[in-house]
């Protein structure tokens, strides 16, 4: 029932380390989607995981809105893959999204993670 008062700081680096196996995101584009108020997007993932493998399943979820179209196919440009998918917002003016990419049940990237707005939203 008390307040914790907590400080900390987080860093990011453009390197991840060696000992990883995973595949990172290393571009995102977004523009418009097929349909009238969807916006489509393309991720890039470059690493080990994904290099010259079978191809792994994308895990795209929106809160709220709708996933839709979600394609994952090689990138020999950068020896990684390319997802892309399109996102219907519906009514919301924000939404979270969130990309994995897996083999089977198991991880093989990290979180791609974006918050999207409608351009003019208050």
């Known amino acids: ?15 991840i380390p060696v000992a990883w196996s995973g ?3 290393i571009a995102t584009r977004v523009g418009a989607g097929r349909k009238k108020g969807r916006t489509h997007f393309v991720v890039d993932f470059i690493g080990p995981a994904v ?6 399943i994308a895990t795209v979820t929106a809160y ?8 994952v196919q090689p990138n020999p440009e950068i020896d990684g893959v390319r997802v892309s998918f399109e996102l219907d917002p519906a009514n ?3 939404c979270e999204l969130r990309l994995i990419l897996k083999s ?13 707005t409608r351009a003019g939203a208050k």
């Open 1 to 15: 029932g008390k307040a914790f008062p907590f400080a900390y700081r987080m860093h990011w680096g453009d390197q």
């Open 23 to 25: 595949a990172r995101a």
């Open 51 to 56: 290099a010259g493998k079978d191809l792994p």
């Open 64 to 71: 709220p809105g709708t996933i839709a179209d979600v394609v």
């Open 92 to 94: 919301a003016d924000l």
């Open 104 to 116: 089977g049940d198991e991880p093989v990237s990290e979180t791609w993670l974006y918050r999207w």
